[in-house]
């Protein structure tokens, strides 16, 4: 039987890296939404702060399975 899946799309920052934004947004996401089963990078920016980069933001597309019954 197949599988249904919502669609949304969540942005995450880190001052450490992408990797850290990508969990800071999934850690979050999960406390409120079940059945998260997959994501996908739509996007990568950062701000700048004294010619560095100041912080990672990632804009996730994440999918999460409707409960069937």
Do not use: C, P
């Amino acid at each position: 039987m197949g599988h249904t899946y919502a669609i949304t799309e969540l942005a995450g920052s880190s001052e450490k890296g992408l990797e850290d934004a990508i969990q800071t947004a999934i850690s979050t996401a999960s406390k409120t939404l079940r059945n998260l089963d997959w994501f996908e990078v739509k996007e990568i920016r950062g701000h700048l702060k004294d010619g560095k980069v100041g912080h990672y933001q990632v804009v996730l597309r994440v999918g999460f399975r409707y409960d069937e019954k």
